[in-house]
């Protein structure tokens, strides 16, 4: 078993190994809290997990409350929350007890606002059972829900109690589903780990490259849980992949939005010298070869014009994650509305194909 420690106030640890949801109540029962816990998950999910994860807190002493929602992108909104914060007040939970996100990212986004928001807030748990949950999303306290203008703009931080890592759940990801997950893993060597670059190239176990992931996550987060420095790094990609999974109307998974983000800002860069050359060549075959989007039929100006609503502007400027060498990545603040000349260049090669 891998164990690793965020520490961030109060700390909270990550658990990464197999049969890990056969012990989520044990767990969950050494935090010292209630013993009432909602279990949040998707019908997906719900269909191959919940029973077991239901079982597992039962057995612990825990009364198990579940609410589980329609998957996909459309149900990331606000009244999906208000949905689950009646459920949890009808189902008696305090100030003492926890949520537990059974699902993907977007389980968790979802389950720790609810959580941020129950009686002013409430601890939570992570139970990711998908590769980029396991690599990114769970790790971190970042909440959210969609609104109608763009992805995640409403939410809050809030750190979970537990990560538990599973990786039997990853046995039953559709290929597409595990290889989106590799985009996120892939942007962690981007960002600062030409190592983990290597490892991913010479198939090393997911195990190890996994942790890896979490080890730099957590050492970033711990330096910069609001998200105001260095953690932006961890945006790479995303000003962009986030565009493209809007004007897609959410058919492209985030990971591969992510994929195609992280070419955008390599070819960018290169051509604007901001980057050593090589760099987007290797990020292409990298991500090529987990069969995940290299190129999309949006031109630069409309990517340009849907990302002039990220999360990550401050007034007329947005700050850009850009590589800068193998293994090494920069923050670029750069005006708005010099956004669609700066990836214009795009077109043709990542753009607008």
Same mark, same amino acid.
């Given at each position: 078993m891998n164990k690793l420690t965020v520490n961030v106030r109060p700390p909270y !640890?990550?658990?990464?190994?197999?049969?890990?949801?056969?012990?989520?109540?044990?767990?969950?029962?050494?935090?010292? &809290?209630?013993?009432?816990?909602?279990?949040?998950?998707?019908?997906?999910?719900?269909?191959?997990?919940?029973?077991?994860?239901?079982?597992?807190?039962?057995?612990?002493?825990? %009364?198990a409350a579940s609410f589980v929602f329609p998957a996909g992108e459309a149900h990331k909104r606000l009244? &999906?929350?208000?949905?689950?914060?009646d459920a949890a007040d009808a189902a008696g939970l305090t100030r003492t007890d926890l949520f537990a996100a059974?699902?993907? =990212?977007?389980?968790? !986004?979802? &389950?720790?606002? *609810?959580?941020?928001?129950?009686?002013?807030?409430?601890?939570?748990? $992570?139970? +990711?059972?998908?590769?980029?949950?396991?690599?990114d999303a769970a790790?971190?306290?970042?909440?959210?829900?969609?609104?109608?203008?763009?992805?995640?703009?409403?939410?809050?931080?809030h750190q979970p109690r537990l990560v538990l890592c599973d990786l039997d759940t990853? %046995? &039953?990801? +559709?290929? *597409?589903?595990?290889a989106e997950g590799m985009a996120e893993v892939i942007k962690y060597g981007a960002i600062c780990s030409a190592p983990l670059l290597d490892k991913i190239r010479n198939s090393v176990s997911l195990e190890d490259i996994l942790a890896?992931?979490?080890?730099?996550?957590?050492?970033?987060?711990?330096? %910069?849980?609001? !998200?105001?420095?260095?953690? $932006?790094?961890?945006n790479l990609g995303h000003t962009f992949g986030h565009a493209l999974e809007?004007?897609? %109307?959410?058919?492209?998974?985030h990971g591969e939005g992510v994929s195609v983000g992280l070419l955008i800002a390599a070819w960018a860069a290169e051509k604007h010298g901001l980057c050593a050359s090589g760099v987007y060549d290797e990020l292409r075959a990298l991500l090529c070869a987990q069969r995940l989007p290299v190129t999309t039929p949006f031109r630069a100006v409309q990517v340009a014009s849907c990302a002039m609503n990220d999360k990550k502007r401050r007034g007329d400027t947005l700050t850009l994650v850009l590589p800068k060498a193998r293994g090494e990545s920069r923050l670029y603040?750069?005006?708005?509305?010099?956004? =669609? !000349?700066?990836?214009?260049c795009c077109d043709g090669e990542v753009t607008g194909c």
């Open positions: !640890d990550i658990l990464l190994d197999r049969g890990l949801l056969r012990q989520a109540g044990l767990l969950a029962a050494g935090l010292e &809290t209630g013993r009432r816990v909602m279990i949040v998950s998707d019908e997906t999910v719900a269909a191959l997990y919940l029973e077991k994860t239901r079982a597992a807190f039962a057995e612990a002493g825990f %009364d009244s &999906t929350v208000e949905a689950l914060l059974l699902g993907g =990212g977007l389980v968790g !986004d979802l &389950t720790g606002l *609810a959580a941020a928001l129950y009686l002013r807030g409430v601890g939570f748990i $992570q139970l +990711p059972t998908t590769l980029l949950a396991m690599a790790v971190g306290g970042k909440t959210a829900v969609n609104l109608a203008s763009g992805k995640n703009l409403c939410g809050v931080f990853l %046995d &039953t990801l +559709p290929p *597409a589903v595990f890896d992931c979490l080890r730099i996550k957590g050492e970033i987060v711990r330096g %910069d849980t609001r !998200d105001r420095g260095r953690r $932006q790094l961890l809007k004007l897609s %109307d959410y058919t492209l998974y603040p750069l005006p708005a509305a010099c956004l =669609g !000349d700066f990836i214009a």
